[in-house]
């Protein structure tokens, strides 16, 4: 099974064709590694870490830089049972992220303080899904929007 963990060259060059000047919200699905995996040269930053603990250290790191952007965290979750979908695809935290706009995310990704704070994402996660979506207003009916 493939872990997928940061975005591409390619996939980055694709956000940036989208719109970058309206909101996004950006869908995290994550699963940790049992024990965070630093490189050598960062291996005292979480020495006996589990995935989930470097996660947590992710999280404070990168606060400033995701409050900078404008960024708030609009939902999140532990998933218990994958109802439609592969059952070996289990995830251990899923949340929904908002920017302002697409290019608030990228300027995110650019800070050099949060490029400081991804080497613990990148510790902890086995695996994850990163899905951008284009937010929308619901409507009276089930899957509809405005």
């Given at each position: 099974m493939t872990a997928w963990l940061d975005p591409t060259r390619e996939i980055m060059a694709a956000f940036r064709d989208l719109p970058l000047d309206r909101p996004v919200?950006?869908?995290?699905?994550?699963?940790?590694?049992?024990?965070?995996a630093y490189p050598d040269d960062h291996a005292d930053a979480g020495a006996g870490r589990t995935g989930a603990e470097a996660y947590a250290a992710y999280g404070r790191a990168a606060a400033g830089p995701f409050a900078r952007a404008g960024g708030r965290q609009v939902w999140l979750g532990v998933p218990e049972l994958t109802v439609i979908g592969p059952a070996e695809e289990r995830w251990a935290l899923a949340f929904i992220a908002a920017y302002p706009t697409g290019q608030a995310f990228v300027d995110m990704l650019r800070d050099p303080e949060y490029r400081t704070a991804v080497i613990h994402r990148q510790a902890a996660v086995a695996d994850s899904r990163l899905i951008r979506t284009a937010p929308r207003t619901p409507a009276a009916g089930f899957g509809e929007s405005e």
């Open positions: 919200h950006m869908i995290n699905l994550l699963r940790f590694r049992a024990h965070a």
